[in-house]
């Protein structure tokens, strides 16, 4: 039996993502036991375990065009998901450096597929339906955070506890993987066969140099920056409301869908968002009132995920675009945001130490940066074309 049907391609693609993030959310969630289990508690240890999330992260976003040029689409995402299913690791693991290892494995895997889901998106669909796809696969991971953020409790009560819970998440990954051999690439030959003139020449080298790309990579690298920073530093500093960005992330998505099937304008979504975006995140981190704290998360979060899929989309819709240039735009894309991100994080808490654990440079720090999604905005190409009015509309 084979696959060769596009929704069921997509359900493939869209829960692969949504059990990463369940997998990966749900072991950071349990961290406290999988450390006291190993009687591990040295904050440095868990310290080194995100950094070595992050270069795994930076690694994978920058690697992931190469995998893919030496194993074609369908093998590369095979790959992403076989290196996610690792996590069954981290519930087992005997010692530190197996954790480390199954964290960074399993990072690395999430890295990839982010980065995949594009040529996917171009190969399967047409570029009417592209915004719909790409903004449903800009949730999945807000949906896998949501769902362990709100019933993990429930979820480890079910199963028997948080070891049985993320083993589940991890067997459910190597379910879909297995059902993604079945996927059938017929376009990918064809494809290939038609741009080869085309892709020969866009290679990593060729993508540092394209304009474009930095400039795609510094618009998402603030809002990035504070995403990472929010769920990192925010809790420390007595703000507790990023579960708030992440519910109404998931409603922001949908409304962003609809929005960008009804105007192909590309920027100014992303424009206005920008603004929105640094004025709520002003307002969430310098409040001292609870209710303009939640106020301004729910709106943040709603904005931060409203111009996503406008963004996501923008690449896909430059002209003479392939597969695989479109691989290599979206790994830059990330490595560079996600390498940009991680200096960012290391200043704002070397600023919290420097100032005796006050957050408010930090706090400045994150609001400036986060300017990167409206000025980034004006550094990039409309891609979207305006519908013509009809003669009765005019």
Not at 44 to 67: D, E, H, P, R
Not at 143 to 148: F, H, L, N, R, S
Request: aromatic share 16%.
């Amino acid at each position: 039996m084979k696959i060769t049907n596009k929704y069921l391609v997509e359900s493939l693609v869209f829960f692969s993502y949504v059990l990463f993030a369940m997998a990966w959310v749900g072991g950071t969630a349990s961290m406290d036991q999988i450390m006291a289990s190993m009687q591990i508690d040295s904050l440095a240890s868990a310290s080194f375990i995100s950094g070595a999330v992050t270069l795994a992260k930076i690694v994978g976003t920058f690697g992931a065009a190469l995998i893919t040029i030496k194993f074609g689409v369908k093998y590369a995402f095979l790959i992403a998901s076989l290196l996610i299913v690792t996590g069954l690791m981290t519930p087992f693991s005997p010692n530190y450096e197996l954790l480390l290892i199954s964290r960074f494995l399993m990072g690395l895997g999430g890295a990839f597929m982010i980065v995949y889901f594009n040529p996917i998106v171009m190969q399967w669909f047409t570029p009417e339906e592209r915004p719909v796809v790409n903004g449903l696969n800009a949730v999945a991971f807000n949906v896998g955070t949501a769902i362990i953020l709100w019933f993990m409790a429930d979820i480890n009560q079910l199963t028997g506890g948080w070891k049985a819970s993320l083993t589940l998440f991890s067997l459910s990954s190597l379910l879909l993987a297995i059902a993604w051999l079945l996927v059938k690439f017929e376009t990918e030959t064809s494809s290939s066969q038609q741009t080869t003139a085309d892709t020969a020449h866009y290679s990593y080298m060729d993508g540092l140099k394209d304009k474009f790309n930095w400039a795609y990579g510094f618009t998402y690298s603030g809002l990035l920056s504070f995403y990472i920073c929010l769920f990192t530093f925010y809790p420390k500093a007595g703000i507790s409301q990023s579960k708030w960005v992440i519910g109404f992330g998931i409603l922001g998505t949908i409304a962003g869908i609809l929005y960008s099937k009804r105007k192909p304008l590309r920027l100014p979504v992303i424009r206005f968002s920008g603004v929105i975006i640094t004025l709520t995140i002003f307002g969430l981190s310098f409040s001292t009132d609870a209710w303009i704290q939640t106020l301004s998360a729910i709106v943040l979060g709603f904005f931060i995920f409203f111009p996503v899929t406008a963004l996501v989309t923008l690449p896909h819709e430059i002209p003479n675009m392939t597969g695989q240039k479109i691989t290599v735009v979206f790994s830059l894309f990330y490595s560079i945001s996600y390498l940009f991100s991680t200096i960012v994080l290391w200043v704002f808490g070397k600023l919290v130490d420097i100032n005796g654990g006050d957050y408010s440079a930090s706090f400045i720090l994150i609001t400036l940066i986060s300017t990167t999604f409206f000025i980034g905005s004006y550094l990039l190409p409309e891609t979207g074309k305006a519908k013509e009015l009809k003669p009765c509309e005019a």
